[in-house]
């Protein structure tokens, strides 16, 4: 029963988290624009010609659309780096958090874990100095992380 409440709990605390890094702002091609023609030296053609290169890029022109069409009867693309990189962060967390709940010494809902291209950054209160060199070690050990920075303080005594 207690192995089912762990990974129950494992499980949406996954899904809340890709939840959360899936809210987060990610330019799109309108901010882009916004960035070109407002930046130094940027103009509204400069904003074109970088859309009109990535349409090329992804094949998305009004011949390759039209010939999808006629082909399949749809159009589909996906950016399969920046969704490869969100799931890989979220494994990240998971993986982190589920080791926080098989350690005896930690509590896993005590400490956030935040992951960005496998930079992860805990934070939260904790009871001691060994429990944040411990939940350091326990994320540095997980695959796919290249460095853990701690903002994880000492929950004062009552």
């Known amino acids: 029963m207690k192995s089912f ?7 949406l605390l996954g899904a809340y988290l890709v ?3 899936d809210q987060r ?3 799109g091609v309108g901010d882009e624009a916004r960035t070109l023609s407002s930046g130094p030296g940027g103009t509204l053609a400069t904003a074109r010609e970088s859309i009109g290169q990535k349409m090329v890029q992804w094949h998305l022109t009004s011949d390759d659309v039209k010939s999808e069409l006629a082909s399949t009867g749809r159009v589909v693309r996906a950016n399969a780096e920046v969704a490869g ?5 979220a494994r990240i967390v998971t993986v982190i958090k589920a080791k926080y709940l098989l350690d005896r010494d930690i509590s896993a809902i005590d400490i956030s874990v935040d992951v960005h291209d496998g930079r992860v950054v805990l934070s939260g209160r904790v009871a001691s100095e060994e429990i944040i060199g411990r939940a350091m070690e326990l994320a540095l050990e997980t695959e796919g992380v290249s460095n853990v ?5 000492i929950r004062p005594l009552n």
């Open 149 to 153: 920075v701690s903002l994880l303080r």
């Open 85 to 89: 990189a969100k799931i890989a962060d």
């Open 19 to 21: 939840h959360l890094y």
């Open 5 to 11: 409440l762990f990974l129950s709990l494992g499980i």
């Open 25 to 27: 702002e990610t330019p």
